[in-house]
């Protein structure tokens, strides 16, 4: 048998966490054939409901799960740690200002990705789920120096499977028909959504759709708003769609997407289609050889152009902020 893989998660009691560490642990992480070690890291107070989902995993009696650590010490939570996802944050409260967002925030993902420079394996990859995701991840990754750039990355996957159903409900085909639909930018209201490089059956979305209107006024705000709509019908946010994006992520990193496909990702930008380098923003991604690599060569249209550059702006905003504050 093969040695198992270490996978840590952060706010590991939380709604996501109990969506997620099941799927981990049931083989659709990585494979049937992968055993793992699951790792969890809460804050104190959160540690006994950690323990309380610990024993219903137990309780699963997973052939692939070997081990459970419970931990609020993120020295032990990421000590030789392969695949960390980093879903615990602090969410905005009323009255909030995003300055004051980002400190929180920076206090959870600079220790984190600090803990993670100094025990991760060699091979650590890490997909940031918390809010907001791609600053997140920023901060991480710039406290990680020893760990290659390019294993930090966050999650922009929720939004594209959101923008799946969506097409494939406007034309009447199933999701299975749509391919290299991606979504640019900061995983936030800014996002972008892109029909116009996205195929249906082999042809041009945007063309099959020929619906411009429907493109700006419903498609993009529906994508863009599904978090705040699942949340005014749950009574609660969006955590198994959220926890399968992550599987989806990760699944695809480790195991590479199918010849023809594109995903999504936020992954650190070389300065590709005029992102300023260094931060982290979404971009149309192929995973090969446990690498994503931005699809490079495609043209951008004046409206995808004015979408994507404003999404940029955001996350330079964000950036420029948490380096105000020390952060990075
Ligand atoms: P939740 O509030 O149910 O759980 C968060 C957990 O994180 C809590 O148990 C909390 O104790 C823990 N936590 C807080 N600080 C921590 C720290 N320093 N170390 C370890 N654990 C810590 O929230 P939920 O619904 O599970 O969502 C988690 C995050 O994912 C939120 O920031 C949410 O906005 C984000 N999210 C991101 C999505 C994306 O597409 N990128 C989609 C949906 C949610």
New binding site residues.
Partial sequence: TRTPVNVTV?????????SLLFRIASGQLLGQDTPVRLKL???T??LK??EGTAMELDDCAFPLLSGIDIT?D?NVAFDGVNVALL?????RTKGMERGDLLEANG??FKP?GEAINAHAADDVRVL????P?NTNALIAQQHAPDVPADRFT??????QNRAYTQLAKKLGVTVNDIKKLVIWGN?SATQYPDLFHAEVNGKNAAEAVNDQAWIENEFIPTVAKR?AAIIEARG????A??AN?AIDHVHDWVNGTPEGQWISAGVVSDGSYGTPEGLITSFPVVAKDGRFEIVQGLEIDDFSRARIDASNAELAEERDAVRSLGLI
């Avoid at 966050?154 to 939004?159: E, F, I, K, S, V």
């Fill in positions: 952060t706010g590991a009691a939380g709604q996501i966490g109990y890291l809460e804050i107070p959160a409901a950690a609020d993120p879903v615990g944050a602090r969410p206090g959870i984190q940031v789920v918390g809010n995701a966050a999650m922009t996957r929720l939004d995983h978090g609660a946010s969006s955590a769609s959220a994006a």
